[in-house]
């Protein structure tokens, strides 16, 4: 499993400085461009961005961010985490991809969800009861635009096409393309269904409760014919130089938007107790890079995926110390979790 891939998302999380002010949503988006420079030259594989329409998030459109990291780059593979197709059409997606992918020579990649958050519905003019819907249709119109052919397709909730030939074209002839699954068996049946690869949001929980999902997509895309790709996974944490300094500076703005999440869906406020208890025994990687590097390993080893993202932001966290997690999960981590997977085989 040496060839596991390793990368880093973040929804642009507006941070403070080290004086505790909060950044503006401009100057969060040029950090955001400042860690992705530096996880370049560290050697991280991938760097996902998602789409949020929040105040606590700062990135609205990925592409635009990851066009102006691709200009400053040139190696990290540059990807949505995720880009909500529901609500969004299909063909501006490609092309608005295709684009950061001439930009980046062939660095892009999108993963298309449903959204777990769903402010851009009623933003963009879309209903929600169409939830399921939108996707299933707009994935499917997407799947049929990655042939880069001319495409002839027929809907009922976006106007059809007609021999339509979308530009501009990538230069591989394929704009790498994943589903982002937060645990919903139909959802991941669908994704083997169009032989794409699967993301896996596993936020909370033991990992291994995630391994039927996997067996799942494997067993799906041999029944349909068609390609089981590696899955990956992708989950929050934070790296800094001990684990108590880690589980410091992590949990009062973690528990600042968890609870603020919380409270639209109807969570209980989390409890520190319950914040270490996810740390010791869920999908929470926080801790040294030691720490983080063995938990990590041993997720990647129990559900046998080929990625492993790690969604470093989550909340405020100072600037210095997000910096600092970036340095250490791309100087440390990484090499770390490679020397235990191969010392396991």
């Known amino acids: 499993m040496t060839d596991v891939e390793f ?7 507006v941070p403070e400085d080290d004086a505790g002010r909060p950044l503006s949503p401009a100057a969060a988006i040029r950090q955001v461009v400042e860690e992705a420079v530096l996880a370049d030259e560290l050697g991280v594989d991938v760097l996902a961005l998602g789409e949020h329409h929040r105040p606590e998030y700062a990135i609205s459109t990925p592409e635009t961010v990851l066009a102006g990291i691709a200009t400053r780059t040139s190696r990290i593979r540059l990807s949505s985490g995720v880009t909500v197709l529901s609500s969004d059409d299909p063909v501006r997606v490609f092309q608005r991809f295709a684009t950061v992918d001439a930009l980046s020579n062939g660095r892009a990649e999108v993963i298309l969800g449903r959204g777990s958050f769903t402010e851009s519905f009623p933003l963009f003019g879309y ?16 799947v049929r635009l990655l042939d880069e052919k001319p495409v002839t397709w027929h809907g009922t909730l976006r106007p059809p096409l007609e021999d339509a030939d979308v530009h501009p074209k990538t230069e591989s002839g394929r ?16 994704t083997a269904r169009h032989g794409l690869p699967l993301m896996l949001a596993i936020i909370g929980g033991p990992p291994g409760r995630f391994a039927p999902y996997v067996d ?14 590696p899955v990956g996974m992708h989950s929050p944490g934070f790296v800094a ?3 108590e300094q880690a589980r410091e500076v992590f949990w009062p703005h973690y528990r600042v938007i968890r ?4 409270a639209l869906r109807g969570w209980a406020p989390i409890r520190r107790e ?8 869920g999908s929470l990687y926080i801790g040294s890079p030691e720490t983080v590097a063995r938990k990590i390993a041993r997720a990647v080893a129990e559900l046998g995926v080929g990625r492993f993202d790690l969604i470093y932001t989550a909340g405020a966290q100072p ?25 396991a085989e």
């Open 7 to 13: 990368g880093l998302d973040t929804f642009g999380d």
């Open 127 to 142: 209903d929600l009861s169409d939830y399921d819907a939108l996707f299933e249709e707009k994935l499917d119109l997407f």
């Open 175 to 190: 704009l790498s393309t994943w589903v982002g699954v937060g645990g919903s068996p139909q959802s991941v049946i669908r």
């Open 216 to 229: 799942l997509y494997r067993k799906a895309a041999a029944q349909f014919g068609t390609t089981a790709h």
């Open 241 to 243: 130089d001990t684990d």
């Open 259 to 262: 609870d603020r999440i919380g």
């Open 274 to 281: 319950e914040y270490d208890r996810e740390i010791e025994h």
């Open 319 to 343: 600037v210095s110390a997000r910096r600092r997690a970036v340095e250490l999960y791309g100087a440390k981590v990484i090499p770390m979790v490679r020397d235990l997977l191969a010392a």
